[in-house]
């Protein structure tokens, strides 16, 4: 398809060929998108190159970008709008909590490890958004990646979950910020995928085979799911969305 024909679409947070990010970018470069991928590690970039060669995609640029430093943030998106200049959408798809605070009680939380998760999972799109918003002079999109325990209790999920939460609530507060330029911002609720990060959450294989056995569609999410609605939030399709957070979960949340 021709949906992102023309369209430059900047990619955060593939680590490897399972990443939600993978799948998104697969879906973008399908609609004819021309990609920017940053990565945070250097074992990553090298991941990236490989899966990039393999898959025959040619990227505009692949950049280094950690979210939890400002000064990468803003050379990342420096170093894009010279080279690139105008971008039409980006996606955060980054995340990270301490594994042994992804499992027990969440009232254990310690307090660095509650501000860890907050800081690379929920600040980082406060941060890249007003960046990114700079080289989208034409408008553009922003879509970001959530999960269900935001919205409930979901067992070892914990920190993560309450940052979600921010994620949640800052899409729709940057939503009102950025609609005056005719930017977009939305999420995706994805169901459970089988990546690196989704081995830190203990239990999750039970919230994977719950799925299938309660949710509307009684079958597992896929990365290209994901990657699909992701495109859709991205492209004039959904232009008259914003600060939106769409379940692609097949129906699960709206089970009791
Ligand atoms: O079931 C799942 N896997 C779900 C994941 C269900 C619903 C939502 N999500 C969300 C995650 O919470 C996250 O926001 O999707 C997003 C992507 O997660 P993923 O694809 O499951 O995770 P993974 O493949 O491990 O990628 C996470 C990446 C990191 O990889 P590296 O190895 O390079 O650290 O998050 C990025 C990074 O690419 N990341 C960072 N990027 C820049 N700066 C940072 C950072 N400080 N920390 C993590």
Redo the contacts with the bound molecule.
């Keep these: 398809n021709t949906i992102l024909q023309d369209k430059t679409i900047v990619v955060?947070?593939?680590?490897?060929n399972?990443?939600?990010?993978?799948g998104i970018a697969k879906s973008l470069h399908n609609a004819g998108a021309n990609l920017i991928l940053?990565?945070?590690?250097e074992?990553?970039k090298q991941k990236l190159e490989k899966l990039l060669a393999k898959n025959e995609i040619k990227p505009k640029m692949v950049v280094a970008?950690?979210?939890?430093?400002d000064d990468?943030i803003k050379q990342a998106f420096q170093e894009i709008g010279e080279q690139v200049g105008t971008i039409h959408g980006l996606v955060?798809?980054?995340?990270?909590a301490n594994t042994d605070e992804l499992q027990g009680e969440y009232a254990a939380t310690s307090r660095d490890g509650y501000l860890t998760a907050q800081n690379?999972?929920a600040y980082?799109l406060v941060a890249v958004t007003h960046e990114a918003r700079k080289l989208m002079t034409e408008g553009g999109g922003i879509v970001?990646?959530?999960?269900?325990g935001s919205e409930r209790v979901v067992p070892n999920y914990n920190v993560?979950g309450v940052a979600?939460a921010a994620?949640e609530a800052s899409v729709r507060y940057l939503a009102e910020d950025v609609g005056k330029d005719g930017v977009r911002v939305n999420a995706?609720?994805?169901?459970?995928?089988?990546?690196?990060?989704?081995k830190g959450?203990s239990g999750?294989n039970e919230?994977?085979s719950v799925i299938e056995e309660k949710a509307p569609l009684r079958r597992q999410?896929d990365h290209d799911q994901?990657g699909d609605a992701t495109l859709f939030l991205l492209s004039d399709l959904a232009r008259g969305v914003t600060g939106e957070v769409l379940h692609v979960d097949s129906g699960f949340h709206i089970m009791a």
């Design positions: 955060m947070g593939v680590a490897n399972r990443s939600i990010a993978w940053t990565y945070r590690q074992r990553s970008c950690d979210v939890e430093d990468s955060h798809s980054v995340a990270f690379i999972s980082s970001t990646q959530t999960y269900l993560m979600k994620l995706v609720s994805a169901g459970p995928i089988r990546t690196l990060s989704a959450v999750f919230k994977m999410v994901v």
